[in-house]
């Protein structure tokens, strides 16, 4: 049984890094202005699929990845976990709220994006800078 669980822990993980991943290209190609048909028509797929990519409902294929990175102007390691060591493991409450998170709209998950960037950045300035 826990092999089975094994399994389902380490989907778990897989798909919260897919939806990290799926969430750093929407950021990036909206800092950059573009629409999900621009880069669909700069990869030769359909809009559909650019937007499945954003929502972690596919996978990135490397070499997608690699023209995603250059099309963004951005070193393909910004979209790969650091997988050095400085990558925290995924506690319950994380996969918890991921779970959450799938359920609701994109507008709802946009704001819950905000407000923990808020919230990170909020406990940030309250610590003293050396």
Do not use: C, W
Not at 11 to 39: H, N, P, T
Not at 51 to 77: D, F, H, I, N
């Amino acid at each position: 049984m826990s092999n089975r669980n094994n399994g389902r822990e380490n989907i778990s993980v897989m798909e919260v890094e897919q939806d990290r991943l799926g969430s750093l290209l929407k950021e990036a190609r909206e800092y950059l202005g573009l629409s999900q048909e621009a880069v669909a028509d700069k990869l030769g797929i359909p809009r559909a699929s650019v937007s499945a990519l954003e929502t972690g409902k596919r996978k990135v294929s490397s070499l997608e990845l690699r023209q995603l990175a250059r099309l963004y102007k951005r070193p393909l390691s910004h979209f790969l976990p650091d997988d050095a060591g400085s990558h925290e493991p995924e506690d319950q409450t994380t996969v918890a709220l991921f779970r959450a998170a799938k359920g609701l709209t994109d507008e709802d998950r946009e704001q819950v994006l905000r407000f923990a960037q808020f919230l990170k950045r909020a406990g940030r300035a309250l610590t003293p800078s050396k």
